[in-house]
């Protein structure tokens, strides 16, 4: 996420780390880098220029605490403007009435659907009861895509095959959602160009019959500014109420997040940052200067953690490692814990400088690593995964068979479960001798 801005900036920063003084001059210079990184990340040219300015007379007008390098408190300016430009705060969705109505619109491809799905499942997760709408009544595969995404979440949605008239579904949508008591509709629309204003006027028909309190514009983050010229006509059109961009994980440049509060004056909203229904979040404009600044998330990985894991397994398992009764089915369950996080990648950009320290390193080679220890667990018998003592030449050629490995492979998975087995072993008698000596 934003890797090359992230990449710039660091560099940029080196220079401003090392200055002694602040003054107009050397100010402007070590700026100049920053402003580069900005233009070069496709964010707005009066966007970026701006920017600048408003650090510049900070920098410059500031008292130097004697605590701190210059550079450092220059640094310091520019994080709290970036999450001044971010959008400031997180602008959390403003429902009211029953049932709410949430408006989805956006162009062709942007991910209207899968993020139609991805807001059940957060608001579902926050209590509330929604459904899903097929307003889309020109890409059958869209209903399909809605349906499919419905019966993985558990959640209804309402579709009308054959039926082209798009405010006679919204009304019906309407009436169901009264009678089951679902609070919240979330209608998915069709893609469109934003030239294609007979399509443009039929949203404005669906907005003034549902009274949407949310209308929400769903953007491809990797179309860089192109994103913030389209949330204007569409804001232009609709008068839209936030942003939600998608592929975010896959954004090295970030322009689209930079620009679109500047330009359009409304807020980003939510952020797709994966393909899975989990990987969607609240865009949080502090965390995620932090994040482009290389200074990480903590927050949202501790959040993502408490989602994620099943404390009460995490209890057990803790438990069995300080009494040295930690088997391969337990790696097994730890393992399956940790790809609730998510990517590795995506784990370790949380972290403070964990970008720069992983650079040039093949994380995707350590998620194969995991892929291929996972199978080779799951390879083996219950008995086989409580006591792997009892692998034999025989059982360990029978494994590595069917998990598609080497023996070699295999052995030497193994010997880091042993290791990992014998560590966890002397730290549980570290444990319980200092619990003797009245220690913790």
């Known amino acids: 996420m934003f890797d090359s801005l992230s990449s ?37 040219f009066k966007v970026a220029r701006d920017f600048i300015e408003k650090v510049k007379t900070k920098a410059i007008g500031q008292e130097v605490i004697q605590s701190i390098q210059p550079g450092q408190q220059i640094i310091k300016v520019i994080h709290d ?29 942007s991910g209207k659907t899968t993020s139609s799905g991805k807001l059940a499942r957060l608001l579902h997760k926050q209590g509330r009861t929604p459904l899903l709408v097929a307003a889309d009544v020109y890409r059958p595969a869209a209903m399909d895509q809605l349906e499919t995404l419905g019966k993985q979440l558990d959640l209804p949605v309402f579709v009308r095959r054959g039926d082209t008239d798009v405010l006679k579904i919204a009304r019906e949508a ?10 919240t509709l979330i ?15 039929e949203l404005v028909h669906l907005r003034d019959l549902i009274k949407p309190q949310e209308i929400l514009l769903v953007l491809d983050a990797a179309t860089g500014q192109e994103a913030v010229n389209v949330a204007t006509h569409f804001d232009q059109a609709l008068n839209i109420t936030g942003c939600i961009l998608t592929r975010l994980d896959g954004d090295a440049r970030g322009g689209a997040a930079l620009s679109m509060k500047a330009v359009t ?28 600044l290389g200074m990480g998330d903590v927050v949202s990985l501790v959040e993502r953690a408490a989602e994620s894991v099943d404390m009460e397994e995490a209890k057990r398992l803790e438990e069995r490692m300080r009494k040295g009764q930690f088997t391969l089915q337990d790696f097994l369950e730890q393992l399956r814990q940790m790809k609730k996080l ?12 964990g970008a720069e320290a992983v650079k040039g390193a093949d994380l ?52 880091k479960f042993y290791e990992m087995q014998h560590m966890m072993k002397k730290m549980g008698k570290f444990q319980k001798m200092l619990s003797r000596m009245g220690g913790r």
């Open 8 to 44: 710039k900036l660091q560099n940029a920063f080196k220079n401003l780390r090392g200055l002694g003084k602040i003054s107009e001059s050397n100010v402007s210079d070590s700026l100049r880098e920053v402003r580069l990184a900005l233009l070069e990340a496709d964010v707005n």
């Open 187 to 201: 209608f998915d629309t069709a893609g469109r160009l934003q030239i294609d204003e007979v399509l443009v006027q």
């Open 265 to 292: 004056g409304k807020p980003i909203k939510f952020a797709g940052v994966g393909e899975k229904l989990e990987d969607f979040e609240p865009f949080h404009p502090e965390r995620m200067a932090s994040r482009i």
């Open 81 to 109: 403007e970036l999450v001044t430009l971010l959008g400031a705060e997180n602008a959390g969705l403003k429902l009211s009435g029953n049932p709410s109505c949430v408006l989805m619109v956006g162009l062709h491809g």
């Open 342 to 353: 998510g990517s590795l990648e995506s784990l370790i950009n949380m972290l403070p400088g």
């Open 364 to 415: 995707s080679k350590q998620e194969k690593d995991f892929r291929q220890m996972e199978g080779m667990i799951c390879a083996m018998t219950p008995v086989e995964r409580a006591r792997p003592e009892i692998l034999n030449a025989r059982r360990r050629q029978r494994i590595a068979k069917g998990s598609g490995v080497t023996v070699a492979q295999l052995n030497t998975m193994l010997n």
């Open 174 to 183: 309407l009436d169901l959602a009264r009678t089951q008591n679902r609070n």
